[in-house]
């Protein structure tokens, strides 16, 4: 028997709404690609092609245009007309700044699979680098931002990507993992201000989010995979009714807008009791 392979989006997806993980990883059906997921998918590959020099800020600029008449082509609406606009601004002036990171070397894209208790985790590393002994991790994040309090549980998925690493290199120190987020630009006062806000980039930088590789985040990241897939082995894989919260409306902002599966496949919306927005 085939052993059973997680990533972090996997579990994710189950403490997010188990029945959508029952819809994706259960039944196997088809997803359907959000908005953000299109558009977020996109970027990472300019993203690449700019660190690595292969193409340049401009080629990415026409390319990402590309990417925006497809994605109207393809009717991938955002939940407001304004949201559109506000993201879309922001992501271009990313690009049209982005500065390929300086260092020994670099790694774009890496798979890895990695033991924690007795449960292989999977994924693939945006991007980490190294300079002398010390490795960093970089997560490109096109989201919004979150607050403080909850930087540690939106940290996990690099915390596993920087205990694979400490393992390949036992010899290098984690300096840290960072998410760069995209969307934004840190001001002198430490604080994340949309891009299309700026009024002038010299007074910002970078808007990368570090977090400091510890022990704790590590305790915390463990106990999570093996909560999570205990949690899941626990469930009926045949009884439909096990894997779905209907009465849940405390999520509905990723119901309409995230979900791969709630235009067709989630056939419990109609029991949600959520109100139309006015973009609908």
């Given at each position: 028997?085939?052993?059973?392979?997680y990533?972090?989006?996997?579990?994710?997806?189950?403490?997010?709404?188990?029945?959508?993980?029952?819809?994706t990883?259960?039944?196997?059906?088809?997803?359907e690609?959000?908005?953000?997921?299109?558009?977020?998918?996109?970027?990472?590959?300019?993203?690449?092609?700019?660190?690595?020099?292969?193409?340049t800020?401009?080629?990415?600029?026409?390319?990402y245009?590309?990417?925006?008449?497809?994605a109207?082509?393809?009717?991938?609406n955002?939940p407001?007309?304004?949201?559109?606009i506000?993201?879309?601004?922001?992501i271009?002036?990313?690009?049209?700044?982005?500065?390929?990171?300086?260092?020994?070397?670099?790694?774009?894209?890496?798979?890895f699979?990695?033991?924690?208790?007795?449960?292989?985790?999977?994924?693939?590393?945006?991007?980490?680098?190294?300079?002398?002994?010390?490795?960093?991790?970089?997560?490109y994040?096109?989201?919004?931002?979150?607050?403080?309090?909850?930087?540690?549980?939106?940290?996990?998925?690099?915390?596993?990507?920087?205990?694979?690493?400490?393992?390949?290199?036992?010899?290098?120190?984690?300096?840290?993992?960072?998410?760069?987020?995209?969307?934004y630009?840190k001001?002198?006062?430490?604080?994340?201000?949309?891009?299309?806000?700026?009024?002038?980039?010299?007074?910002?930088?970078?808007?990368?989010?570090?977090?400091k590789?510890?022990?704790?985040?590590?305790?915390q990241?463990i106990?999570?995979?093996?909560?999570t897939?205990?949690?899941i082995?626990?469930?009926?894989?045949?009884?439909?009714?096990?894997?779905?919260?209907?009465?849940?409306?405390?999520?509905?902002?990723?119901?309409?807008?995230?979900?791969?599966?709630?235009?067709?496949?989630?056939?419990?919306?109609?029991?949600?009791?959520?109100?139309?927005?006015?973009?609908?």
């Amino acid at each position: 028997m085939e052993k059973e392979l997680y990533s972090f989006s996997k579990l994710n997806a189950f403490n997010t709404c188990p029945f959508q993980y029952y819809l994706t990883y259960v039944k196997n059906l088809n997803r359907e690609q959000s908005c953000y997921g299109y558009y977020g998918n996109e970027l990472h590959s300019l993203l690449e092609q700019l660190q690595q020099r292969k193409i340049t800020n401009q080629e990415a600029l026409q390319k990402y245009n590309e990417v925006i008449e497809y994605a109207n082509l393809m009717d991938y609406n955002f939940p407001t007309p304004n949201s559109r606009i506000n993201y879309l601004e922001c992501i271009l002036h990313y690009i049209e700044n982005f500065v390929p990171i300086e260092c020994d070397r670099y790694y774009i894209e890496e798979y890895f699979e990695f033991d924690i208790n007795g449960i292989t985790m999977r994924g693939y590393i945006d991007l980490y680098y190294v300079i002398d002994d010390k490795i960093y991790v970089i997560d490109y994040k096109s989201s919004s931002k979150f607050s403080k309090k909850d930087l540690p549980k939106k940290s996990m998925q690099l915390i596993l990507y920087a205990m694979y690493l400490k393992e390949k290199y036992p010899n290098k120190e984690i300096e840290y993992v960072a998410f760069d987020m995209c969307k934004y630009m840190k001001n002198g006062k430490g604080m994340l201000i949309e891009r299309n806000r700026i009024d002038d980039i010299n007074d910002c930088e970078r808007a990368v989010v570090k977090i400091k590789y510890t022990k704790e985040l590590e305790k915390q990241l463990i106990d999570f995979v093996v909560d999570t897939v205990t949690q899941i082995k626990q469930l009926d894989f045949n009884d439909e009714s096990v894997w779905c919260k209907s009465d849940d409306k405390s999520n509905q902002f990723f119901c309409k807008t995230l979900c791969s599966h709630y235009g067709k496949g989630c056939k419990h919306k109609e029991n949600k009791g959520f109100r139309k927005s006015k973009s609908q």
